[in-house]
């Protein structure tokens, strides 16, 4: 079994910062096209960054960095505004140990709520 499992949401004034982490455990053989992903109240869920590629809205604000030999992800946001509030995700494509395939996997997700 595979888990993805998101950290360090929580409450940020404008302009603040913010660091998530997205650690992948189980039996796993490799772990692939990490990224994140948001969801605000009452809208789709929307790509925020891969290891190759930004948002608009984020690009210049949040960075990306993998953890390879920890099967992790972060996400530093910085420059927080009130409209980045929302459930942040971790994504990940993994192969299992004894699969052929990889698949995709989401974490739970973490809240990021940005106000004053």
């Known amino acids: 079994q595979v888990q993805l499992v998101e950290s360090g949401g929580g409450l940020v004034q404008p302009g603040g910062s913010l660091r998530l982490s997205c650690a992948a455990s189980g039996s796993i053989s490799s772990v692939n096209a990490m990224g994140w992903y948001r969801q605000a109240p009452g809208k789709q869920r929307e790509l925020v960054a891969t290891i190759t590629n930004y948002s608009d809205f984020v690009k210049g604000r949040f960075t990306i960095s993998r953890d390879n030999a920890k099967n992790t992800v972060y996400l530093q946001m910085n420059s927080l505004k009130p409209e980045d509030t929302a459930v942040y995700f971790c994504?990940?494509?993994?192969?299992?140990?004894?699969?052929?395939?990889?698949?995709?996997?989401w974490g739970q997700g973490t809240q990021v709520t940005v106000s004053s």
């Open positions: 994504n990940a494509k993994i192969r299992v140990i004894g699969k052929l395939y990889e698949y995709v996997y």
